[in-house]
């Protein structure tokens, strides 16, 4: 393969690392498929999991359907066609359900109604994700996921059911000879107020917590926190306005990173530390002795992006290749 031949000496262990699939079905099973396609033993996931959007189907009779999909709107015919439809909204990490304009109507007067059906459905693809990880996966390939700030708590108890794969939220988890893992989904508040944010004092609190659990010495730990450092350039995201728009069409950006991840790492000074969480960011940066990564995210296209990492205990990783699949 490409990797073996790019890297010549054999690793102690070869991690995969991706993020932000946001209820992607193509990017999740590309994600099941890189620990063949990449020699990885090791799979790590970080948040965010789920979709953002419900796609409805409306059934108009006589054998004819209607939808909405990114301002487009579109007519089928045939079962055929909204078959196909519905594959392309779960590609794009939404939720398709289908409806009748009277249940439609309905849903839109009922806000509740709205948000439990959402969560149905994205429970219910964690869910078959975790059924399809058993079937897919074996001994050969460890699998761990962490929810991001995106994502509801419900989702935990969901992965920690699986049978191949370990939920890595709030944990130190061991793998290869010696190294160990702390996770979280938490980040510094965002403009949005998700599931997982809170203040940075009360996440420094929260990430030295789980940190002073390691008992790996540096050169052997990894630190995957789905937000990244403030200021490394893993951060940099499109500035918004005071009404929640891209600020000069998303030209402009700024650091919006977290200063209690960055005191972390700055502290613990592990081999590696992996984010997500600002998906423009793509790239790598060092943070004294820590090689950080941001892989970025681009979902919608159902493209995995990720990160191939070869750790050997060494004082530094020295091997790592940003991948696209």
Same mark, same amino acid.
């Given at each position: 393969? +490409?990797f073996?031949? *790019?890297?010549?000496?054999?690793?102690?262990?070869?991690?995969?690392?991706?993020?932000? +699939?946001?209820?992607?079905?193509?990017?999740?099973r590309?994600?099941? $498929?890189? #620990?063949?396609?990449?020699?990885?033993?090791?799979l790590?996931?970080?948040?965010?999991?789920? @979709?953002?959007?419900?796609?409805?189907?409306?059934?108009?009779?006589?054998?004819?359907?209607? !939808?909405?999909?990114?301002?487009?709107?579109?007519?089928?015919?045939?079962?055929?066609?909204?078959?196909?439809?519905?594959?392309?909204?779960?590609?794009?990490?939404?939720?398709?359900?289908?409806?009748?304009?009277?249940?439609?109507?309905?849903?839109?007067?009922?806000?509740?109604? &709205?948000?439990? /059906?959402?969560?149905?459905?994205?429970?219910? &693809?964690?869910?078959?994700?975790?059924?399809?990880?058993?079937?897919?996966?074996?001994?050969?390939?460890?699998?761990?996921?962490?929810p991001?700030?995106?994502?509801?708590?419900?989702?935990?108890? +969901?992965?920690?059911?699986a049978? &191949?794969?370990?939920?890595?939220?709030?944990?130190?988890?061991?793998?290869?000879?010696?190294?160990?893992?702390?996770?979280?989904?938490?980040? $510094?508040?965002?403009?949005?107020?998700?599931?997982r944010?809170?203040?940075?004092?009360e /996440?420094?609190?929260?990430?030295?917590?789980?940190?002073?659990?390691?008992?790996?010495?540096?050169?052997?730990?990894? =630190?995957?926190?789905?937000?990244?450092?403030?200021?490394? @350039?893993?951060?940099?995201?499109?500035?918004?306005? !005071?009404?929640?728009?891209?600020k000069?069409?998303?030209?402009?950006?700024?650091?919006? #990173?977290?200063?209690?991840?960055?005191? !972390?790492?700055?502290? #613990?000074?592990?081999?590696?530390?992996?984010?997500?969480?600002?998906?423009?960011? %793509? @790239?790598?940066?060092? *943070? #004294? &002795?820590? /090689?950080? +990564?941001?892989?970025?995210s681009? =979902?919608?296209?159902?493209? *995995?992006? @990720?990160?191939?990492?070869?750790?050997?205990?060494?004082?530094?990783? %020295?091997r790592?290749?940003?991948?696209?699949?």
């Amino acid at each position: 393969m +490409i990797f073996s031949r *790019l890297f010549s000496r054999k690793p102690s262990v070869r991690l995969f690392f991706a993020t932000d +699939i946001h209820g992607s079905e193509t990017c999740w099973r590309k994600f099941l $498929n890189s #620990g063949k396609h990449y020699d990885a033993r090791v799979l790590v996931l970080g948040g965010d999991m789920t @979709g953002k959007a419900l796609v409805p189907i409306v059934e108009e009779g006589g054998g004819r359907w209607r !939808a909405e999909l990114l301002e487009i709107k579109r007519e089928f015919e045939s079962e055929d066609e909204v078959k196909e439809f519905e594959e392309v909204v779960r590609r794009r990490g939404y939720y398709p359900f289908r409806t009748t304009p009277d249940e439609l109507a309905e849903l839109q007067a009922d806000e509740k109604k &709205r948000d439990d /059906l959402f969560h149905r459905k994205m429970l219910g &693809r964690i869910e078959r994700w975790m059924r399809m990880a058993d079937e897919r996966l074996d001994g050969s390939v460890e699998c761990f996921v962490s929810p991001g700030n995106d994502d509801q708590f419900e989702v935990d108890e +969901i992965i920690a059911a699986a049978k &191949r794969v370990k939920l890595a939220e709030g944990r130190v988890v061991e793998f290869g000879d010696g190294f160990q893992m702390v996770s979280t989904g938490w980040s $510094n508040r965002t403009p949005w107020n998700t599931y997982r944010e809170e203040d940075e004092p009360e /996440l420094l609190e929260r990430l030295r917590k789980m940190t002073s659990q390691v008992t790996a010495p540096p050169e052997k730990t990894v =630190y995957n926190f789905h937000c990244p450092p403030y200021g490394s @350039g893993l951060d940099d995201a499109p500035e918004i306005t !005071a009404d929640m728009r891209p600020k000069d069409a998303g030209r402009s950006t700024v650091p919006v #990173g977290s200063t209690a991840v960055r005191r !972390a790492i700055e502290e #613990g000074q592990p081999a590696l530390s992996l984010h997500g969480h600002i998906h423009e960011a %793509r @790239g790598n940066t060092r *943070l #004294g &002795r820590t /090689l950080c +990564i941001n892989p970025g995210s681009s =979902y919608e296209q159902g493209q *995995l992006l @990720g990160a191939v990492v070869d750790l050997d205990g060494g004082e530094k990783v %020295r091997r790592f290749v940003l991948t696209s699949g």
